[in-house]
C-alpha cells in the first residue's frame, strides 16, 4: 500500500520560513518523480515544485521561483520543501504527489497523493 505523508505545515508570519517533508512508503521512490501541490480555500490546486527522480531536475511554479527549494533522499524515501519569505498568497494545503513518468506536472497525472499539510501565512 501506497503511503505518502505530508509534515510540517503551520502558521507563520509573513517573511517567515517552513520546511515540509514528504515520507513515502510503498512504492520504490527512486522510480518516481515526485512533486508538490497546494490547494487554497476555493481555488484549484496548483503546482508548486517538482523533483525528477535523481533529484537532478527541479521545476517551479512561477510565484514561489527563487523563494522555494525542493530536495529529495532516495535513500531516506524523503522529500522536502523548504519555503522561505512566505507570503499571505502561499497559504494553503500543501500535498505531496508521485509520477511514474517523468517531467508531468499536471495534479491530473499523478500517480498518487498524500492528504496534505497545511500551511497558514499571516499578514
Known amino acids: 500500500q501506497v503511503q505518502l505523508v505530508e509534515s510540517g505545515g503551520g502558521l507563520v508570519q509573513a517573511g517567515g520560513s517552513l520546511r515540509l517533508s514528504c515520507a513515502a512508503s510503498?512504492?520504490?521512490?527512486?522510480?518516481?518523480?515526485m512533486g508538490w501541490f497546494r490547494q487554497a480555500p476555493g481555488k484549484e490546486r496548483e503546482f508548486v515544485a517538482g523533483?525528477?527522480?535523481?533529484?537532478?531536475?527541479?521545476n517551479y511554479g512561477g510565484s514561489v521561483k527563487g523563494r522555494f527549494i525542493i530536495s529529495r533522499d532516495n535513500a531516506k524515501k524523503t522529500m522536502l520543501l523548504q519555503m522561505n519569505s512566505l507570503k499571505p498568497e502561499d497559504t494553503g494545503v500543501y500535498y505531496c504527489?508521485?509520477?511514474?513518468?517523468?517531467?508531468?506536472?499536471?495534479?491530473?497525472?499523478?500517480?498518487?497523493w498524500g492528504k496534505g499539510t497545511l500551511v497558514t501565512v499571516s499578514s
Open positions: 504527489a508521485a509520477d511514474h513518468i517523468v517531467g508531468r506536472w499536471d495534479a491530473n497525472d499523478m500517480d498518487y
Open positions: 523533483i525528477s527522480r535523481s533529484g537532478e531536475s527541479l
Open positions: 510503498g512504492l520504490p521512490f527512486s522510480g518516481y518523480s
